[in-house]
Nanobody, 115 residues
Framework: QVQLVESGGGLVQPGGSLRLSCAAS????????MGWYRQAPGKQRDLVAL???????NYADSVKGRFTISRDNAKKEVYLQMNSLKPEDTAVYYC?????????WGQGTQVTVSS
């Protein structure tokens, strides 16, 4: 079955950087658009970034110029490089993929930006 496992979250000071990873299994990874979402306490889960099969990407306005999504099809992994982090980036970050009309989420990884 489809499985997504995120890693790389943690506590970082404002202005710092983190790199999130998401390892996928159970799918032909290179066939699918992959996404990163985030959910802050008490808020809805929002799209952060998407990356297509060929590496094209889209970003939420709030992270443009600071975050970069990338993928390694051979390793079946998608990454989110987060720079210039702000306290408002604090959230649980989730990996997401749609396969045959069904959406799959990872378990999430906590990112906390605080001094």
């Amino acid at each position: 079955q489809v499985q997504l496992v995120e890693s790389g979250g943690g506590l970082v000071q404002p202005g710092g950087s983190l790199r999130l990873s998401c390892a996928a299994s159970g799918i032909i990874f290179s066939n699918y658009v992959m996404g990163w979402y985030r959910q802050a306490p008490g808020k809805q889960r929002d799209l952060v970034a998407l990356i297509t099969h060929g590496g094209g990407s889209n970003y939420a306005d709030s992270v443009k110029g600071r975050f970069t999504i990338s993928r390694d099809n051979a390793k079946k992994e998608v990454y989110l490089q987060m720079n210039s982090l702000k306290p408002e980036d604090t959230a649980v970050y989730y990996c997401y993929v749609i396969v045959a009309g069904s959406g799959y989420w990872g378990q999430g990884t906590q990112v906390t930006v605080s001094s």
